[in-house]
């Protein structure tokens, strides 16, 4: 009974991964560096920032004239010149609009945040994302 179990619960979390992945985006990420401040989101609030400092800008395409401030997305690195991926994924909260033009990557990560998925802090990587 306990081998069935472990199979059931096996083959829930394979589909939950799978689909995962059909309902993701694909798109780019870099990161970028302080000074942080002021934001499009929250101007000079340090409270705009979540614990761990894993918060994002968004590029043109996600932005959506601002309503894009306080969305949510969880990122896995996919791919990267010279195999910068760690493995996992990393929830970031979207605080600001990409301030370049134009935006290097679809979303712009904090230095931490992509720390978490990248071994190379000036790498451009192919993420997966979802909201």
């Known amino acids: 009974m306990a081998k069935l179990v472990r199979a059931i ?20 990420a ?3 560096g302080p000074p942080y401040t002021p ?10 920032f979540p614990s761990g400092n894993l918060f994002a800008a968004v590029s043109e395409g996600l ?10 997305y ?4 996919l791919s990267g010149s010279n195999k910068p991926c760690k493995g996992g994924a990393v929830d970031v909260r979207v605080v600001d609009f990409c301030r370049r033009r134009p935006c290097p990557s679809t979303i712009l990560m904090s230095n931490d945040a ?8 000036h790498a ?5 994302y979802i909201q």
């Not at 619960?9 to 694909?26: E, P, R």
């Open 9 to 28: 619960v096996f083959f829930l979390w394979t589909f939950i991964q799978v689909i995962t992945l059909v309902f993701g985006d694909i798109g780019t």
């Open 30 to 32: 870099s990161s970028y």
């Open 39 to 48: 934001t499009k989101c929250g101007g000079n609030r340090q409270d705009q």
């Open 63 to 72: 932005w959506d004239n601002g309503a894009a401030c306080g969305r949510r």
């Open 74 to 77: 969880r990122l896995r690195c």
């Open 114 to 121: 992509f720390a978490t998925l990248s071994r190379s802090p």
């Open 124 to 128: 451009k990587i192919n993420i997966e």
